[in-house]
């Protein structure tokens, strides 16, 4: 049986996350919607926006574009908002911009191992060089006044843990926060997370919080990371997609050893709906456009009777809340 330590609060410098657990940066899929459901479901200590383009912010012709997805909010505090960028000065200058936006916390992105990302020299592709990664850490750190965090693969190359050297380098630059996705960037999702570079990683550093990411789906899953490799957080990415009770339920067994039952198909036809309208209700897109960016995700909810696929692909045909509406609502009463 757990004792609620397990469940005990971190500080990010001065910034109190309550519980351990939190919510990953999810390229289009942490937005406002996403992340205010987690929360208020309960157990999730901390969010963190989906990642921004320092450069894109910096660039007359897409900074509108990038200041719509800004869309973090007091209530959520501490939220993190992500930066990805190769440039030190244009990450710090980016930095700049959404600290004056009001990010309680600025996040660099040296995990995203997408070709898009990556082959601008920007994500995951950071770690081939600790030197580069190192400087856009101090550039950043030196432009803002609140806490700067990271986010890591375990290593850009297969096999060579660039994480470790980094997360001491970090440190000494003035980082207050490391998290590692315990995965090469050539994994992308694959294979499994070797939590052993967390434990490593852990060891390293002195005074700053390891968040632990990768293959965290369940409370067992958690506690066992956190058995394992000391890591004073685990954050939970793919295993809180169509599953934003995940948190809720992950402290629960923290502090009792004890596993909540799944949600009914329609108590997560309900969440779903809620999902759904929140989107629309707090995004900056037109209808149909919200409809289809968020459609993957509500599919996600697992709303089909056992063996059945029905549900699901009215889902991602569906162009129009209302006709979400039609196809969810029938399993409330079922």
Not at 180 to 207: C, L, N, Y
Not at 246 to 270: D, K, N, W
């Amino acid at each position: 049986m757990l004792t609620t330590t397990a469940l005990k609060p971190f500080l990010i410098d001065t910034i109190c996350v309550d519980t351990p657990l939190t919510l990953a940066p999810m390229a289009g899929y942490s937005n406002y919607a996403f992340r205010s459901l987690c929360r208020d479901l309960g157990g999730c200590g901390m969010v963190c926006t989906e990642l921004l383009s320092g450069p894109a912010l910096l660039d007359k012709s897409s900074r509108a574009r990038s200041i719509r997805m800004f869309d973090w909010r007091a209530s959520e505090f501490p939220v993190a908002v992500q930066l990805f960028g190769a440039i030190p000065q244009e990450v710090a200058e980016a930095a700049k911009i959404v600290v004056d936006y009001g990010a309680a916390i600025v996040d660099i992105n040296m995990g995203c191992w997408v070709p898009k990302v990556a082959k601008k020299g920007g994500g995951a592709a950071l770690l081939r060089d600790v030197c580069t990664a190192t400087a856009v850490v101090e550039a950043v750190v030196k432009a803002v006044d609140v806490p700067v965090t990271v986010k890591v693969r375990s290593g850009w190359e297969d096999g060579l843990v660039t994480a470790i050297p980094f997360a001491r380098a970090a440190e000494q630059a003035g980082v207050k926060a490391i998290a590692v996705h315990a995965r090469f960037a050539g994994q992308g999702h694959t294979g499994s997370a070797d939590w052993d570079v967390i434990r490593r990683v852990k060891e390293m550093v002195t005074d700053i919080p390891v968040i632990g990411n990768g293959d965290v789906h369940t409370g067992a899953d958690a506690a066992r990371m956190m058995a394992q490799t000391g890591c004073d957080g685990v954050m939970v990415g793919r295993g809180a997609m169509g599953k934003p009770w995940v948190f809720q339920h992950i402290a629960h067994y923290l502090q009792t050893g004890e596993t909540l039952p799944e949600p009914s198909r329609a108590e997560r036809a309900q969440l779903a709906l809620a999902h759904a309208r929140r989107w629309l209700e707090t995004s900056w897109m037109v209808e149909r456009q919200a409809v289809l960016e968020m459609r993957g995700q509500i599919s996600k909810y697992q709303l089909d009777e056992p063996g059945s696929v029905i549900i699901r692909n009215q889902i991602v045909r569906a162009n129009s809340l209302a006709e979400l509406e039609t196809i969810i609502e029938p399993i409330l009463q079922a």
